[in-house]
């Protein structure tokens, strides 16, 4: 009888990481030495953010994405905290607010301007004021406009409402004091009417955050699990840890029965603890480990065996922690499905990692991106205090599309500063987002640009594309956000223009110095 491989059919497969070049990693960045287990960076489709060393408190560098390359020394920071900072965290619904946490016990709000920092920001939008000793851990609600969540050494979970006019909260919505140890991480479910936590106890609990009660907790000794997810809409959970002999551990478990879990693997032997990331839309889960280089990924199942090893990205240099891009922000003309930053702090680097699915063709792959969580929430604060759940609002990553599930936005806060400054380290004379005669953007450019760029227009137009469209196609923005994302998709493309530009004239030059070398070689004969 003979033996046949069991090959599986999957689309993912052969998902390869692909590190950035040098040019567009960040670099001399001064990252922080904390031991503590976070992941000490955030990131949007605007900035990224990373936690600094700095003396007498604690602070967070705030970069333009775009910003690659040798960062400043005196760059200015995010400073207001009187203790180290332990973890930040972008709003997913403003991509200019972020949240801090301290061992100073303070959780901070700040709203971050859309121009360039040129100096430290020091005044917070927000103080949220309730633990008792240090916080851990801040997750924003991912359905619900305004909700926060905050995990502190004084063993309690505590429900923030953003929704009010005190600039100083001295007292949350809910306390959830039902964990005899510190909480060691927080993971809430799709639509976030479940909230899954681990425990310094090594259990896992299963929460009703609204009233605060346990629905589910682990009392299984064989797996001491240090971070929970929840896997999108299988009903399953996942938890990192070690097992009895110490060696590096997953384990799958049911939502609703957590008394044993579903499978176990051993991965290794070392000590750094896992984060594991998952990917909803495509099942694919990543498990990075603090202190390794590498990034191992898998796809789930909802049936046997769960968990399907893929491979594995490479690398040497060891992370300190590690940041994700939401997926509004990848680049899909690529085939990129997820995108990590890696905090490396033997070379003060920050490289991103892009996981991408090779195919051969360069339109939209529907099959890959299918509708994703977008950047509106589904419920306002009090729906969600009152009971109400929703699953998130879809849209559709291709280029142009609209939401899939439209909703009315929340009343909007005031802004500080509405108009977008033009700052000169952002904008300069000829290069505008939007030029102020209604022209479309470009019209200077290409003014003074040869003349074979406008014969050649067809020929180069996949030059122009950016994350998958054409720049000249695309409606006109309706937000400030999509202002600013559109002015950085322009400074890119004036970038490449410049080095095509270059390219062609280099080109001439050689071309002018080979018709004089023939008219001196026919002058001789």
């Given at each position: 009888?003979?033996?046949?491989?069991?090959?599986r059919?999957?689309?993912?497969?052969?998902?390869f990481?692909?590190?950035?070049?040098?040019e567009?990693?960040?670099?001399?960045?001064?990252?922080?030495?904390?031991?503590?287990?976070?992941?000490?960076?955030?990131?949007?489709?605007?900035?990224?953010?990373?936690?600094?060393?700095?003396?007498?408190?604690?602070?967070?560098l705030v970069?333009?994405?775009h910003?690659?390359?040798?960062?400043?020394?005196?760059?200015?920071?995010v400073?207001?905290?009187?203790g180290?900072?332990l973890?930040i965290?972008?709003?997913?619904?403003d991509?200019?607010?972020?949240?801090?946490?301290?061992?100073?016990?303070?959780?901070?709000?700040?709203d971050i301007?859309?121009?360039?920092?040129?100096?430290?920001l020091t005044?917070?939008?927000?103080?949220?004021?309730?633990?008792s000793?240090?916080?851990?851990?801040?997750?924003?609600?991912?359905?619900?406009?305004?909700?926060?969540?905050?995990?502190g050494?004084?063993?309690k979970?505590?429900?923030?409402?953003?929704?009010?006019?005190?600039?100083?909260?001295?007292?949350?919505?809910?306390?959830?004091?039902?964990h005899?140890?510190?909480i060691?991480?927080m993971?809430?479910?799709?639509?976030?009417s479940?909230?899954?936590?681990?425990c310094k106890?090594?259990?896992i609990?299963v929460l009703d955050p609204?009233?605060?009660?346990?629905?589910?907790?682990?009392s299984?000794?064989?797996?001491?699990?240090?971070?929970v997810l929840f896997?999108?809409n299988?009903?399953?959970?996942?938890?990192?840890?070690?097992?009895?002999w110490?060696?590096?551990?997953?384990?799958?478990?049911?939502q609703d029965?957590?008394?044993?879990?579903l499978?176990?693997?051993d991965?290794?032997?070392?000590?750094?603890?896992l984060?594991?990331f998952?990917?909803?839309?495509?099942n694919?889960?990543?498990?990075?480990?603090?202190?390794?280089?590498?990034?191992?990924?898998?796809e789930?199942?909802?049936d046997?065996?769960?968990?399907?090893?893929?491979?594995?990205?490479?690398s040497?240099?060891?992370?300190k922690?590690?940041?994700?891009?939401?997926?509004?922000?990848?680049?899909?003309?690529?085939?990129?499905?997820?995108?990590?930053?890696?905090?490396?702090?033997?070379?003060?680097?920050?490289?991103?990692v892009?996981?991408?699915?090779p195919?051969?063709s360069?339109?939209?792959?529907?099959?890959?991106y299918?509708?994703?969580?977008?950047?509106?929430?589904?419920?306002?604060?009090r729906e969600?205090?009152?009971?109400?759940?929703k699953?998130?609002?879809?849209?559709?990553?291709?280029?142009?599309?609209?939401l899939?599930s439209p909703?009315?936005?929340?009343?909007?806060?005031?802004?500080?500063?509405p108009?977008?400054?033009?700052?000169?380290?952002?904008?300069?004379q000829?290069?505008k987002?939007?030029?102020e005669?209604?022209r479309?953007p470009?019209?200077?450019?290409?003014?003074k640009?040869?003349?074979?760029?406008?014969?050649?227009?067809v020929?180069e137009?996949?030059?122009?594309?950016t994350?998958?469209?054409d720049?000249f196609?695309?409606?006109?923005p309706?937000?400030e956000n999509e202002?600013?994302?559109?002015f950085y998709?322009?400074?890119?493309e004036?970038?490449?223009?410049?080095?095509?530009?270059?390219q062609?004239?280099v080109?001439a030059?050689?071309?002018?110095?080979?018709?004089?070398?023939?008219?001196?070689?026919s002058?001789?004969?």
């Amino acid at each position: 009888m003979s033996w046949h491989p069991q090959y599986r059919s999957s689309k993912f497969r052969h998902v390869f990481g692909k590190p950035a070049s040098k040019e567009n990693c960040y670099d001399s960045v001064p990252i922080t030495h904390s031991v503590h287990d976070n992941h000490f960076c955030a990131v949007n489709p605007h900035f990224i953010a990373v936690v600094t060393e700095c003396a007498g408190g604690g602070a967070f560098l705030v970069i333009p994405l775009h910003q690659t390359g040798k960062l400043d020394p005196h760059y200015p920071k995010v400073c207001g905290h009187r203790g180290n900072v332990l973890d930040i965290k972008w709003n997913p619904f403003d991509d200019f607010e972020i949240a801090s946490c301290s061992e100073d016990t303070m959780i901070k709000i700040w709203d971050i301007p859309r121009q360039l920092l040129s100096k430290n920001l020091t005044a917070c939008r927000k103080e949220l004021v309730g633990h008792s000793r240090r916080v851990g851990l801040v997750e924003w609600h991912p359905t619900a406009a305004n909700i926060l969540f905050s995990a502190g050494y004084d063993y309690k979970v505590m429900v923030w409402n953003l929704d009010t006019k005190e600039s100083v909260i001295k007292s949350p919505v809910k306390t959830i004091d039902c964990h005899q140890d510190v909480i060691l991480s927080m993971s809430f479910n799709t639509n976030g009417s479940l909230l899954a936590t681990t425990c310094k106890d090594r259990k896992i609990r299963v929460l009703d955050p609204r009233a605060g009660s346990i629905l589910q907790e682990a009392s299984y000794k064989g797996h001491r699990a240090s971070k929970v997810l929840f896997l999108g809409n299988l009903k399953k959970l996942l938890s990192t840890g070690t097992s009895r002999w110490n060696n590096r551990q997953m384990a799958l478990w049911d939502q609703d029965d957590l008394s044993v879990p579903l499978t176990e693997e051993d991965l290794d032997g070392s000590s750094g603890v896992l984060f594991p990331f998952y990917d909803a839309d495509t099942n694919m889960l990543y498990v990075v480990g603090k202190g390794d280089g590498n990034i191992r990924y898998y796809e789930v199942s909802a049936d046997k065996p769960y968990l399907n090893y893929l491979t594995e990205y490479r690398s040497y240099h060891p992370q300190k922690g590690i940041g994700v891009m939401p997926k509004r922000g990848l680049d899909v003309s690529s085939c990129e499905i997820f995108r990590f930053y890696k905090l490396i702090t033997t070379k003060s680097l920050i490289e991103p990692v892009s996981m991408i699915v090779p195919r051969r063709s360069e339109s939209y792959q529907e099959d890959i991106y299918p509708p994703t969580a977008g950047a509106q929430p589904s419920l306002t604060a009090r729906e969600w205090l009152n009971g109400m759940n929703k699953e998130p609002v879809l849209v559709s990553l291709r280029p142009g599309s609209e939401l899939l599930s439209p909703r009315p936005l929340p009343p909007e806060r005031p802004l500080l500063n509405p108009a977008v400054p033009a700052s000169p380290q952002l904008f300069n004379q000829t290069e505008k987002p939007v030029a102020e005669d209604g022209r479309r953007p470009f019209s200077l450019l290409e003014e003074k640009a040869p003349r074979w760029a406008a014969e050649h227009k067809v020929e180069e137009k996949k030059t122009w594309l950016t994350n998958g469209f054409d720049i000249f196609e695309c409606p006109p923005p309706k937000t400030e956000n999509e202002l600013l994302q559109m002015f950085y998709r322009q400074q890119e493309e004036i970038r490449r223009l410049r080095e095509l530009v270059t390219q062609r004239e280099v080109q001439a030059k050689q071309l002018e110095l080979e018709i004089k070398n023939l008219r001196m070689s026919s002058e001789w004969f």
